[in-house]
């Protein structure tokens, strides 16, 4: 089957995680099953030989019934704070089954999220339902399409039962590949309860598999700050990608938050439509603590319990270690906000950076703002030239583009060098909520896939502006929802 399974994560304390085994289930049955995520894992999958038996086979493996081999399954002990709130959390619905080591020699946790209770369960009964793990499905596709880090999805299998929500709904369980599953909660859970001993472990195991550059940059005792600033930076560079594709999260607490720079954990999540700081997907929250506009200060904030969590080893006086790491998170604002910029004159062509480049991106944003414009369609039409929106029709963005082609003149860059450039920050094809849920419906309600594959088509070539991607200008993939719902749509677990 290709399996080169290694479980390191397993070899620290067993105070990190605790040893179980998915529960099984009646009737697996494959939906989905990411023959290329396979093929970059190394697993063996022929596509001529995945006949009906093959299937049957990777049903069985995908729902837990079947382990592969070097399997040594367990759950992963983790804290966090969840919408501000400290508490004791774990995998109460995921087992990781080991690391898979790649042709190309990476390793990538391969977890099984749906897979039965656990000691952390709590009072879940350890399982997912079909809808939810197939939009964690499409969208960790769209955002590895996209090129943003992201957890990744090799398979979706229905388990046969029924799960109880609000409503009775298939279960079913998601096959999750990551870099690693290692969280800010996790750090806070070996500070809360672990100590200092536990704290450096932890760190150390992190740094030695998500930072090595940071360890021969820094051998001695200041490298858990430099591993500090490292995680910060991968997450400003990621936050900033979010806010240039126009994802929202809808659920960045702490315990969902990577310490490898991936996007982890979706949930309530979308790709917002109309420009909005105060876009939320999310139906439980009502504060809008998650919203679009909120998501680098929310960063910010689980930077500086990550923080936290390393004091008793940034440095020996406690002082001192206060000192360094109000230090490195001091700098967040600063560095988020450079990557941003970069990201959003990319979007607008621009090359070199002028004083006056952050003022260009605050003020078309602003006038998207005020006329509810498209957020991924702006930016496709400002590539294009193909002006739709009521927008482009005003005064303000007259003027507005005045001076951007003033800005772009100074380049002395050919239009097609500079339209190049915007066709690669530019997504032409998103995943949109309102096709997202036609697709989860179908499969769910009415046992029809056909939705979900023509979406998961669409999404996965999200820079091709060519005559030759159909999808492109089909407005069943690029027309906002026209329904007048808020935005503050149920899309829960
Ligand atoms: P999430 O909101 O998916 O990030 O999950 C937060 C916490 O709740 C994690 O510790 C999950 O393992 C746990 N959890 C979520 N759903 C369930 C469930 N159905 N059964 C047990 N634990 C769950
Ligand atoms: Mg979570």
Known sequence: MGWRLENSYGQLPGFFYTKVEPTKVSEPKMVIFNRSLAAELGLDVDPSAMDSSATTEWAERCAGNVLPIGAEPLAQAYAGHQFGHFTMLGDGRAILLGEQMTPAGARFDIQLKGSGRTPYSRRGDGKAALGPMLREYIISEAMHALGIPTTRSLAVVTSGEVVYRETELPGAVLTRVASSHLRVGTFEYAAAWGGAERVRELADYAMARHYSEVIEREPGEQRYAAF?????????????????????????????????????????????????????FSSIDSHGRYAYGNQPKIAAWNLARLAEALLPILATEEEQALALANAVIGEFPDLFREKWLAAMCNKLGLSGREQTDESLVEDLLGLMETHYADYT??????????????????????????????????????????????KHANPVVIARNHRVEEALAAATDDDDLSVLHRLLDAIANPFDYSEQNRYAGDPYFTEPSASVRPYRTFCGT
Not at 247 to 262: C, L, P
Not at 377 to 401: I, P, V, Y
Not at 402 to 410: D, G, P, V
């Open 228 to 280: 500090l600033r490292a995680v910060m930076e991968r997450q400003a560079t990621l936050i900033a990608q979010w806010q240039a594709v126009g994802f929202v999260h809808g659920v960045m607490n702490t315990d969902n938050m990577a310490i490898s720079g991936e996007t982890i954990d979706y949930g309530p999540c979308a790709f917002m439509d109309t420009y909005k700081m105060s876009t939320v």
């Open 377 to 422: 369609n702006t930016f496709c039409e400002l590539t294009t030239g193909r002006h739709k929106q009521a927008l482009f029709e005003t005064e303000a963005f007259a003027s507005w583009r005045n001076r951007w082609q003033a800005r772009l003149e100074q380049q002395n860059e050919s239009h097609d060098v500079i339209q190049e450039r915007m």
